[in-house]
T-cell receptor, first 116, second 115 residues
Framework: GAVVSQHPSWVICKSGTSVKIECRSL??????MFWYRQFPKQSLMLMAT?????????EQGVEKDKFLINHASLTLSTLTVTSAHPEDSSFYIC????????????FGDGTRLSIL | AQSVAQPEDQVNVAEGNPLTVKCTYS??????LFWYVQYPNRGLQFLLK??????LVKGSYGFEAEFNKSQTSFHLKKPSALVSDSALYFC?????????????FGQGTTLQVKP
């Protein structure tokens, strides 16, 4: 149980294009989803927290207009990297949680984004 | 400020030997505590959590963790390491008083198990 699917797993695109990453909770309804960015050999950096039907809460220093998050249903959240540039290249990981208490976050397998 | 420390960047252990990956935290109150494992180019897999009660928590793949309130530690352990345990391990905490569900992660510890 508690499976989170993230798609695509790898994307390469040209500078200036927009890229959408999907995060789905397959067997549970996620009240909250999280988006992280991870640099090689480093810990996860929380970008934003999203709740179904409301605006995402972004962490300090994360550009809202650059990283658009939509949480349309209890099983789907999307992250769109707009007008991507090489410095946006990274490993992006989503997670979903049944609640904000003792329930663990369950993670997708990540998306490797490479901007040429 | 709330923080999680994993003092070792890397832990090396021989297969069959016991392993310990250390974690200490600085969070107000009594946080929820978690351990996750990450294999290359994958997301994080949940191993175990501490909520309350018995200080020794058992989790997936034979891992366990010991909660020590006085030392604010939550070390991950396994009696007999396998080569397949080699991965990146993250300790994480969540403040019970908060309602955001955010996790605070340690910087990660690479576990290398040699045959």
């Amino acid at each position: 149980g508690a499976v989170v699917s993230q798609h695509p797993s790898w994307v390469i695109c040209k500078s200036g294009t927009s890229v959408k990453i999907e995060c789905r909770s397959l067997d549970f309804q996620a009240t909250t989803m999280f988006w992280y960015r991870q640099f090689p050999k480093q810990s996860l950096m929380l970008m934003a927290t999203s709740n179904e039907g409301s605006k995402a809460t972004y962490e300090q220093g994360v550009e809202k207009d650059k990283f658009l998050i939509n949480h349309a249903s209890l099983t789907l959240s999307t992250l769109t990297v707009t007008s991507a540039h090489p410095e946006d290249s990274s490993f992006y990981i989503c997670s979903a949680s049944l609640g904000t208490g003792y329930q663990p976050q369950h993670f997708g397998d990540g998306t490797r984004l490479s901007i040429l | 400020a709330q923080s999680v420390a994993q003092p070792e960047d890397q832990v090396n252990v021989a297969e069959g030997n016991p392993l310990t990956v250390k974690c200490t935290y600085s969070v107000s109150g009594n946080p929820y505590l978690f351990w996750y494992v990450q294999y290359p180019n994958r997301g994080l897999q949940f191993l175990l959590k501490y909520i309350t009660g018995d200080n020794l928590v058992k989790g997936s793949y034979g891992f366990e963790a010991e909660f020590n309130k006085s030392q604010t530690s939550f070390h991950l352990k396994k009696p007999s390491a396998l080569v397949s345990d080699s991965a990146l391990y993250f300790c994480a905490v969540r403040d019970r008083s908060g309602n955001t569900g955010k996790l605070i992660f340690g910087q990660g510890t690479t576990l290398q198990v040699k045959p």
